[in-house]
């Protein structure tokens, strides 16, 4: 009963926060971290789905406008481009589902930084070249960390390769225009499991609850302005891909799109609604 009600609060409180920091000067900066999580979770969307249609995923860029593309060869195109909205807005209920509960917030929030790691090291990169190049510098830290009585000359000489491997590592994704996904998948996933790790549970708890409300807002957020960019352009969207593959108007699948987003969040917080009801019924 006092779980759920407060449970509630938090989700509240996370709203009226949200609300409040849009308002100041500087909001959207604050907000840059949460954009550009749901970008990442937006493009996973694009490439689970890619791969679960028998198709292959060829890279993903993260850009610091928190735009992306995800380069998904084969599969069902329809899938595929549906899936990035769709996908945020399911992950963002089902988040916001989740979070009723404070016992699993950190449970979560370190699921959560396992999956943007995961993302990072298998999506962002081109080939396994950028894979590769991480397990061998991941190798040579571990190796330096847990045999402290290497001789000198070795340490000397895996330190020597640490760096040259990190450089290349960094040159590599700077030509591929991969090195700011990498800077932010590394990052998020840092934030995320320090979250887990050291937060209380009760501020653990207010966290998930902030990333959940932002993950639902971004994904109405980011439907509204592909629907006035399908309307009033043809620039590049996954709209407009529909169109390419279907010849239906992108206006359209950005009309429709919306309209699920907002049957998916609707039901969502009838779920968790009635979950908080049962736990503290009324008299």
């Not at 509240?12 to 000067?25: E, M, Q, V, Y």
């Not at 994704?173 to 499991?193: C, D, K, M, P, S």
Request: with cysteine.
């Amino acid at each position: 009963m006092k779980e759920s009600k407060g449970s509630f609060k938090l989700l509240l409180l996370a709203s009226l926060a949200t609300l409040f920091i849009n308002l100041i000067p500087q909001g959207k900066l604050l907000l840059y971290p949460f954009n550009l999580f749901v970008t990442y979770v937006h493009e996973t969307c694009h490439a689970l789905v890619g791969w679960l249609t028998l198709g292959s995923v060829s890279g993903m860029t993260i850009n610091p406008d928190t735009s992306g593309v995800t380069y998904v060869l084969g599969g069902s195109a329809i899938l595929t481009y549906s899936a990035g909205y769709l996908g945020s807005t399911i992950f963002g209920a089902l988040l916001l589902i989740l979070c009723h509960k404070e016992e699993t917030a950190k449970k979560i929030l370190a699921a959560l930084a396992v999956a943007v790691l995961a993302v990072t090291v298998f999506f962002i990169g081109v080939g396994y070249t950028a894979f590769f190049l991480a397990v061998v510098l991941s190798l040579i830290g571990l190796l330096l960390f847990a045999k402290p009585d290497l001789s000198q000359s070795l340490k000397v000489a895996l330190s020597a390769g640490g760096a040259a491997t990190f450089f290349t590592l960094i040159a590599f994704l700077a030509i591929t225009n991969n090195l700011f996904g990498w800077i932010a998948g590394l990052t998020l996933t840092a934030v995320l499991f320090l979250a887990a790790k050291f937060l209380p549970a009760r501020a653990a708890h207010f966290f998930l609850s902030f990333l959940a409300i932002q993950s639902c807002l971004n994904a109405l957020v980011d439907i509204k302005t592909l629907w006035f960019i399908s309307a009033a352009s043809s620039n590049h969207s996954d709209a407009q891909g529909m169109y390419t593959v279907t010849g239906i108007p992108a206006i359209f699948w950005a009309t429709l799109w919306g309209f699920i987003s907002l049957v998916i969040l609707t039901v969502s917080l009838f779920i968790y609604h009635r979950a908080a009801t049962k736990m503290f019924p009324r008299k």
